[in-house]
Each structure stands twice: as structure tokens, then as C-alpha cells.
């Protein structure tokens, strides 16, 4: 049940100015319609996800302040109030609401963000799309969340960036408030400097991540790219290096790194540069897992399969995601192993981002297309191969399909991170299962136990999942059990720890030594 906020005009009952500054393109709550045509806010549906992570950071400071856009038709006569104070369970903080036409949101996001950025920083450039990139508007945006920034923070505060459409904002800030310590965590991969260097803003875009005081990736081989941009386009110096964590060393994985940078020096200034996975919240997971609601839940889908396996795949609807490959794999194994055809099923849920952009709509009739030439194929009256979702499962609903999945197919073509095969594991407390997980998701780097599959080769994603299929029980609890330990030892507590201790790093950082690079 949603709990609806308490809100209140912050210069009124909060003047104090903020600590710790976050600026995050959504607000940190749900906005909903009550039954009186009145919007009011309430807590996020889940506490799972990274909203409520980053709102938990506010119970560590003494005041804090959110900085996000809000949708206006005339942003000089909005009808909503600029800032308000809220409390909720993670207590009391400020939202600075920025407000954007509708027009400014497709340029900023739509447009420059996914058509431009989106592209590039999953590698796949041939989709990259120049052409009606705005970019005086994109950089109005981002000096509009900088100004904000600038405002709510007090001397000495920390300000936290996030993710690549607010990739101006820290060099803005730098300028408004030298004083204030900045730190920018990037949720996406990072390219190598062959691919981030088509986008014709490059040096701007790298200059305003070098005025951050720490910059921060999900695996070292983003933290290593990101270095290694900055240093073709700059003089740059890499005054640390150092081994990355054992546990992150795969060699099953296209993305594992032995060392990676983690202080760099530009114009007399030191940057920290680090990497830490973000994680999922497996307590909750697990307590979502035992519900009696979750069990009956569980019953009906096994009950619907019959003795039938269940193969699961969850993710957006998006190129990077691997959809196509992912049911084109699945067709290939049906006409190869005969023997599989009316005793597996697959379950592809495929969430479209946003209907009105052309590259996800044309990606969703092509699944829409694959599925039905698949069904039609193999299918029968009392059989159908594969079940295409294109809606949002709830999250207490997805975790009983969680459980009742044999094996989880998670095979992105690139991903910063991806949660779903954590939560996946997460949620499997009978400790049976089997994840399949693309080498190029961030989360391979640790998640070693899973069964890897290259979603550019045919024969590796069609032998991975034949061998997740026909894998026997000793191995599948061994390798469940590998993966829940690392979910555990890296979920969202950890992460959260990770940038605290990060903060603390840069706060310290203008009298640190240099030192030595690793050999």
C-alpha cells in the first residue's frame, strides 16, 4: 500500500540550506491523481531500486536536497511550487522541481540523450543519430539542475550527479560553487575513447566530469574507458593505479579488468576515479519471496505449466537488451532438440521504454513479429512456445515468477549493470535455479557462477541455454548458492557504503599525497 507523503513550502519550513545536494532526472516519489483530480505524492510502489537507495543517503546527513525536472506548459508561470519540503520514511529533505516544457524534455532526453548518448555509450554507432541534437538546449538543462544545485547547497557540501544526461552539470557547478565537493556516478557503461569520440562534444563533456572531485563506475573496465577518453582528448595524468578485487576478475566475462585507474590529476586538480557494483535489496527480495501472496502466486504459474519448464527473460524494450537474438535463439533450439518442443515454455517480458520514439517501436514489432513466427512454427492447440509481455509485471508479482523460473535468460548485447539477474537470485531462497547471463552486462563481472553466453554468437547463446535446461540438480543449487553469496556481498548496502566511503575520500582528498602508479 502507497503511503501519501507530507508536503509543505520548504522556504517556509525549511530555509536551511543542504549538506548533501542529489541530482537525479526523476523526483524521488510517485506522482498520483486522488479521486478529487488533486495530485499528491506518495512513496515509490518498491522499496527495491535505486530512488529509495539514493533517498536513504539522506538519513546520513544532517539536511539534504533533491534536484529533479517536473513537467510545465509555461516554466515562467508554473503552477506548482518550485520547492517543497518532504517527509517520508527516509525523513525529511528538500526537492528543488525544475520546471521543463514539453519540448525541452525531447530535446534534453528524448532526443540528445537517447538518440545521440544512448547509442555510443552502448556501442552501437551505426544507430548514433546527430542530426536534431539541440545542444544549446542541453546545455540550458543541465545549467538550469546546476543553478538549483548551486542554491540548496551549503558551504563545503556534497553534490552527487547522476548519469550521463546531466554530464554538463558538474563543470557548471564548479563555476557557481568552487567551494562544494562534486561527485558524478555513472549508471551506464562507458565506451572506449574509438566510440565516445563521434560525439562532437566530447572535450566539453569530459571537462565538465573533470571538475568532480570523484567519478564513479559500476566495474573497473568503465572507470578504465573513462580514463582512457580523458587522456586522448586531454593532459591528463593517472597518478594511481591499483588490482581490482579478486572476486571481479572473470575470465568468463568480456568485461573483466586485472587493475584500473583510481586517481587521476588534471590542471593542479585530483580526481578519484572508482568502481562499485550497484546492487539490489535482498532482504526485501527475500521477504517478498516468503509472502503467503507470493506462494499463491507460485502455485497458479506452476499449476499453468503443468510439469512444463519455464525459461524467464525481463527487460525493457531497447536495442541494447538483446531481445531479437534472445527469441531467434530460442526458435533455433526448438527445431534442433525436437525433444524440447510441448515441455518448455518461454516467458519474454519485454517493457516498451517509450512508444513515441521510433527505434523502440520499430524493436517492439520486431518481437512482436519473431514470437508469432516462432509460435506459428512450433506451437499447438495445447502449446505455445513462447509468452510476449509488453506491460510492467508488478514487482511482488515478479518475484513468484522468480521462483517458479528454471532458468533466468538475461542476454543483453551491452548493460551498464542490469539488476534483474540479481534480483533473480535474490529472490530464489529455495536455492534451485539457473541464471544465464550475457558477458557483456556489468553484473558478469561478479556474478561468475552464472552460466555466460555471448548474445553475438548463435551457437554460444543456443548452447548456454540447452546447458541451463539440462543442467543437473548438484550444479544448479552450487552455482545458486555462489551467486546469492555475491548478490549478498554486493547488494545495495554495500554500494551505498562504497560511495559514503568515496565521499569521505573526496572531503580528505586536497591533502593526499600522489602516489605511485601500479606497474
Not at 521477504?287 to 503443468?306: F, M, R, V
Request: charge should be negative.
Amino acid at each position: 500500500m502507497t503511503q501519501e507523503l507530507t508536503q509543505d513550502t520548504a522556504e517556509a519550513s525549511m530555509p536551511q540550506k543542504s549538506d548533501l545536494v542529489i541530482l537525479y532526472h526523476r523526483q524521488p516519489y510517485e506522482e498520483v491523481e486522488g479521486k478529487d483530480g488533486r495530485v499528491v505524492l506518495r512513496e515509490n510502489t518498491s522499496p527495491n531500486g535505486i530512488v529509495p537507495t539514493l533517498k536513504s543517503f539522506f538519513g546520513k546527513a544532517d539536511r539534504g536536497s533533491w534536484v529533479a525536472w517536473k513537467l510545465a506548459d509555461d516554466p515562467s508561470k508554473v503552477d506548482f511550487e518550485r520547492v517543497v519540503t518532504i517527509n517520508d520514511s527516509f525523513g525529511e529533505y528538500r526537492v528543488s522541481r525544475l520546471p521543463l516544457t514539453a519540448e525541452q524534455v525531447k530535446s534534453f532526453y528524448h532526443i540528445t540523450s537517447k538518440e545521440a548518448f544512448w547509442p555510443i555509450l552502448h556501442s552501437f554507432k551505426e544507430r548514433y543519430n546527430y542530426d536534431p541534437v539541440d545542444w544549446p538546449t542541453f546545455r540550458e538543462v543541465n545549467w538550469a539542475f546546476a543553478e538549483a544545485a548551486a542554491h540548496e547547497a551549503a558551504p563545503g557540501a556534497n553534490v552527487w550527479v547522476h548519469d550521463y544526461n546531466l554530464w554538463l552539470a558538474p563543470g557548471y557547478i564548479r563555476q557557481l560553487r568552487p567551494d562544494v565537493k562534486i561527485s558524478f556516478f555513472h549508471h551506464t557503461p562507458f565506451p572506449a575513447a574509438d566510440m565516445f569520440n563521434v560525439l562532437p562534444w566530447r572535450k566539453e563533456i569530459v571537462e565538465s566530469l573533470l571538475s568532480c572531485d570523484a567519478v564513479g563506475f559500476h566495474i573497473p573496465r568503465y572507470a578504465d574507458n573513462f580514463v582512457s577518453v580523458v587522456r586522448s582528448l586531454l593532459d591528463v595524468e593517472v597518478t594511481r593505479r591499483e588490482k581490482v578485487r579478486p572476486e571481479w576478475v572473470n575470465e568468463g566475462t568480456a568485461l573483466s579488468e586485472r587493475t584500473m585507474p583510481t586517481q587521476i590529476e588534471y590542471e593542479g586538480r585530483r580526481i578519484l576515479v572508482s568502481a562499485s557494483p550497484v546492487g539490489v535489496n535482498m532482504d526485501y527480495i527475500e521477504e517478498q519471496a516468503e509472502t503467503p501472496a507470493t506462494a499463491t502466486k507460485l502455485s497458479e504459474i506452476k499449476d499453468e505449466l503443468n510439469g512444463r519448464k519455464m525459461i524467464l527473460s525481463v527487460g525493457r524494450t531497447d536495442y541494447t537488451k538483446g531481445g531479437i537474438e534472445q527469441l531467434e535463439s530460442f526458435g533455433r533450439v526448438l527445431a534442433d532438440n525436437p525433444g524440447l518442443r510441448g515441455k518448455v515454455r518461454l516467458l519474454h517480458v519485454s517493457v516498451v521504454a517509450n512508444r513515441n520514439m521510433t527505434a523502440y517501436a520499430e524493436i517492439q514489432t520486431e518481437l512482436e513479429q519473431t514470437a508469432g513466427r516462432i509460435n506459428g512454427a512450433f506451437g499447438t492447440f495445447e502449446w505455445q512456445p513462447i509468452a510476449l509481455i509488453s506491460r510492467a509485471i508488478p514487482f511482488t508479482e515478479l518475484v513468484a515468477y522468480y521462483r517458479a523460473a528454471d532458468v533466468a535468460w538475461i542476454t543483453p548485447l551491452a548493460d551498464g549493470m542490469n539488476l534483474v539477474c540479481k534480483e533473480y537470485a535474490a529472490a530464489r531462497i529455495d536455492g534451485d535455479g539457473v541464471l544465464v547471463l550475457s558477458e557483456f552486462a556489468g553484473a558478469a563481472v561478479d556474478l561468475s557462477a552464472a552460466v555466460m553466453a555471448n548474445p553475438f554468437s548463435a551457437r554460444s547463446m543456443d548452447r548456454a541455454i540447452l546447458q541451463a535446461l539440462d543442467m543437473p540438480e548438484a550444479e544448479r543449487r552450487d552455482r545458486m548458492e555462489a551467486l546469492r553469496a555475491k548478490v549478498r556481498c554486493y547488494d545495495i548496502n554495500a554500494w551505498a557504503r562504497d560511495q559514503t566511503d568515496l565521499f569521505e575520500a573526496a572531503q580528505k582528498k586536497g591533502g593526499a599525497t600522489t602516489v605511485d602508479p601500479v606497474a
